[in-house]
């Protein structure tokens, strides 16, 4: 497939005071173009160094990874990522201007003072912006916004120089378990809308299942991939099902956790989620 990305026989290792620790070894699997891919596994397992390697913000030590067969080997406008800070928006732009200024920096060197393309850039910035349901904010700054309507940015941001991989590294992890919800919820829309390649890493086990088609999981010491599921449960998928369970028991399994000891999977309230849109503005 043309836009497909494989990584092939991935490692990577880091050298502190001449101690030699590896992140992950070995790594090999591929992203096929459309699909909505999880990567699961324990804390220092290496997700983020794995993510930052297909970013193109960290060197490989070993192996490769290409996309649409070309090797990767800097970032590119083609794999924007989202992290789980709230801080990684520009303070001292507005909510406009943040997701404006990722369509300057990554514009092949047009000339920047002709209006009409500013204009365009403007336009749209506001349609993103209004897909990730921040119509209304557009020149509000960080400061004044609440973490979910943070990482609602830096979504609409990414998403607005249109790359073909949208790489997102824990983007929920530091929110409410409500926001963080209709989030998940939102971004399933947007990504069957955009129809954007998203690889999302998260060490929650519910999260994987409830977003993914396909769940690559993830041992440490070091990081290695151990297995990879297909995850073809029906949406909107329910925790209390049992196909969920089923599910999430097995990748408990996969991780070397105890189900019978580990908290369940916490029962969500859909039909107040399935209204959505009515509570996101607050977010
Ligand atoms: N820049 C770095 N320098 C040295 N070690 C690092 C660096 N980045 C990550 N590591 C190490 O690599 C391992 C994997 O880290 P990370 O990719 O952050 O894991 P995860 O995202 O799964 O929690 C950890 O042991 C971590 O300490
Ligand atoms: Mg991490």
Known sequence: MEDELVIHNLSKNFRVDRREIQAFEGVDFSVPEGRFLCIVGPSGCGKSTLLRCIAGLETPSQGEITCGGKSIQKPSKDRMVVFQSFEQLF???TVLGNVTYALQVT???KPQKDTSIA???EENARKYLNLVGLT???NFFPHQLSGGMKQRVAIARALAVQPRFLLMDEPFGSL???SRSILQEELLRIWQETKTTILFVTHSIEESIILSEQIIVFSSSPGKVKAI???DLERPRYPETSEFMGLWKRLNELLG????TTAQPVLRHRTLFDEAEVIQPIL
């Open 91 to 93: 303070p001292w732009l």
């Open 107 to 109: 514009n092949e060197r």
């Open 119 to 121: 204009a365009t850039r």
């Open 136 to 138: 209304g904010y557009e």
């Open 176 to 178: 409410d378990a409500f």
């Open 229 to 231: 599921i297909n995850n």
């Open 257 to 260: 956790l105890h189900p019978k």
